[in-house]
């Protein structure tokens, strides 16, 4: 399997914005974003359905986040707004024939994660 590509992380600092790219996605698939502070677990933050009309949220990222793909391009978007410290991590995409509803995502479920792009919002 083709392992997505990560891009556009970086240091920023608290409420600016950041847009996140996945490449390589492939349209029949659902695409998921998680991130991984330092001692923490991976967690979820968002995934869009292949068509990319439907999409679920972490409760922490509703409202500033916000996922949507272009499957002309292979790539997956995720458009980050009013970040937060509580926002700094690795940030890996993955992709999934598995849709969830609700926020109970298993990142077990997923495969061809990428190498992760490093998010680190400081002032």
């Known amino acids: 399997q083709e392992q997505l590509a990560e891009s556009g992380g970086g240091l920023v600092p608290p409420g600016s914005s950041l847009r996140l790219r996945c490449g390589r996605t492939?349209?029949?698939?659902?695409v998921g974003w998680f991130r991984q502070a330092p001692g923490k677990e991976r967690e979820f933050v968002a995934a869009?359905?292949?068509?990319?009309?439907?999409?679920n949220y972490a409760d922490s990222v509703k409202g500033r986040f916000t996922i949507t793909r272009d499957n002309a391009k292979d790539t997956v978007y995720l458009q980050m707004n009013s970040l937060t410290s509580e926002d700094t991590a690795v940030y890996y995409c993955?992709?999934?024939?598995?849709?969830?509803?609700?926020?109970?995502?298993?990142?077990?479920?997923?495969?061809?994660w990428g190498q992760g792009t490093q998010v680190t919002v400081s002032s």
């Open positions: 492939s349209t029949p698939y659902v």
């Open positions: 993955a992709r999934t024939t598995t849709w969830t509803d609700g926020t109970s995502w298993d990142a077990s479920d997923f495969h061809s």
């Open positions: 869009i359905k292949g068509s990319g009309g439907i999409a």
